[in-house]
């Protein structure tokens, strides 16, 4: 089913032991460890290593500001992106992702006009297309996080972003929580991830697994929370990404302790096996699988 995943639970540096340590902690999927990229007997390992152990590497991070709106900065973005990209390409991850970034000065993702204007859609187009083309990668993808903020906002900026960057290496990562904006989406989010699978299903390579949680306080507040504490139709998304060909990872995110990704991996595990056996009978008056309650 469902590859499962998450951070690496800390057992040192050494390859076999990091991708049994995945296995034992429920992971059939990973982050990629933190590794040189320039040391290729290290890359051999990695890959060798976690191939043995059935565990996925789903995703080499490259967390940088790529539209940095000084030169410099940029430039230094767009050289670790080639390096991650190749990373991903080399350790046989399936992409490498990040944000685009953000014209706001000193910043990595700030809040900015630009960008979500129109002439910041092209330069997003034109920098996907720079890194692609720079490193040329044969297998592994590369991705940009849904952002609030930032570009891809929506499953549709998602979708114009591909279309207008025409590469096939360029894929959709799909976390969910990050573009629940409105009352209206946290409360109907099961149609905002449907749309997500309907219009991106085939460029889905990574998917992120949170929560997400609507306080009362004004003016809105809308907060990132374990999984199964908050409101994310979890059965849309499982549903969903259970019907995506191939190996498409759910990784486990931004939790601060080992037990709080067990709690949450346990949740999870609960409710793919709820999804199993939903599956495993046609008792449903309308003909399709039952879903138990959340």
Not at 17 to 23: G, K, N, Q, V, W
Not at 117 to 123: A, D, I, V
Not at 124 to 135: E, G, M
Request: aromatic share 8%; with cysteine; glycine share 6%.
């Amino acid at each position: 089913m469902i590859r499962l995943g998450g951070p690496i639970p800390e057992t040192g540096s050494d390859p076999l032991l990091l991708a049994r340590a995945c296995r034992e902690f429920g992971y059939r999927a990973a982050v990629c460890p933190e590794i040189d990229s320039k040391d290729s007997g290290v890359i051999h390992s990695v890959r060798e290593a976690f191939d043995r152990e059935d565990v996925l590497i789903a995703e080499v991070g490259c967390w940088s500001n790529l539209v940095d709106p000084d030169e410099a900065g940029r430039r230094r973005s767009l050289n670790y992106a080639y390096e991650r990209l190749n990373l991903a390409e080399e350790v046989g991850a399936l992409c490498s992702v990040t944000y685009i970034g953000s014209a706001a000065a000193n910043s990595q993702y700030d809040p900015h006009p630009f960008n979500l204007s129109p002439e910041g859609f092209e330069l997003a187009v034109d920098t996907i297309r720079n890194v692609l083309d720079t490193v040329k990668p044969k297998r592994a993808k590369f991705a940009l996080e849904f952002m609030q903020w930032v570009l891809p906002d929506s499953p549709e900026a998602c979708l114009d972003l591909i279309k207008a960057v025409d590469r096939p290496q360029f894929a959709a990562h799909l976390d969910p929580v990050n573009i629940i904006l409105t009352p209206r989406q946290y409360f109907n989010n099961g149609e905002l991830i449907k749309r997500c699978f309907d219009l991106l299903g085939p460029y889905i390579v990574s998917c992120h697994a949170k929560d997400i949680r609507l306080d009362n306080r004004l003016s809105l507040h809308l907060d990132e929370t374990l999984p199964g504490t908050g409101n994310l139709d979890y059965r849309s998304y499982l549903r969903e990404l259970d019907k995506l060909p191939g190996d498409v990872p759910l990784l486990l995110e931004h939790l601060e302790t080992t037990a709080q990704y067990g709690q949450a991996r346990d949740y999870l595990t609960a409710v793919l096996t709820a999804f199993s056996r939903a599956f495993a009978h046609d008792s449903c008056v309308s003909g399709e699988p039952c879903m138990e309650k959340k």
